[in-house]
Nanobody, 120 residues
Framework: QVQLVESGGGLVQPGGSLRLSCTAS????????MGWYRQAPGKQRELVAG???????NYADSVKGRFTMSRDNAKNKMYLQMNSLKPEDTAVYYCNFWIVATNKPLSDYWGQGIQVTVSS
């Protein structure tokens, strides 16, 4: 089985920073694409930052220059550094990995979701 566990969310004032982490564990053969998504109340889930298997990170226009996505291949982890946070960044953030698990086809897996609230 594959599990994704997120950490690092919370309450922060406008202009502040947070770093989200997501760790994949289990019977992982290979990790392909990965990304961070978010869903605000009453809105659809949207891509925040995505890293395809053979390309560079792409960011939503709303977070360019403020958010940075990175990965640690050795630890099956990825991060989302969020700076200059705004109230409109408030949402539940989800990590997503495309993983080839042992004896299974390529499938996508989701973290449990973590709340980020930007408020004074």
């Amino acid at each position: 089985q594959v599990q994704l566990v997120e950490s690092g969310g919370g309450l922060v004032q406008p202009g502040g920073s947070l770093r989200l982490s997501c760790t994949a564990s289990g019977s992982i053969f290979r990790i392909s694409a990965m990304g961070w998504y978010r869903q605000a109340p009453g809105k659809q889930r949207e891509l925040v930052a995505g890293l395809p298997s053979d390309g560079d990170v792409n960011y939503a226009d709303s977070v360019k220059g403020r958010f940075t996505m990175s990965r640690d291949n050795a630890k099956n982890k990825m991060y989302l550094q969020m700076n200059s946070l705004k109230p409109e960044d408030t949402a539940v953030y989800y990590c997503n990995f495309w993983i080839v698990a042992t004896n299974k086809p390529l499938s996508d897996y989701w973290g449990q979701g973590i709340q980020v609230t930007v408020s004074s």
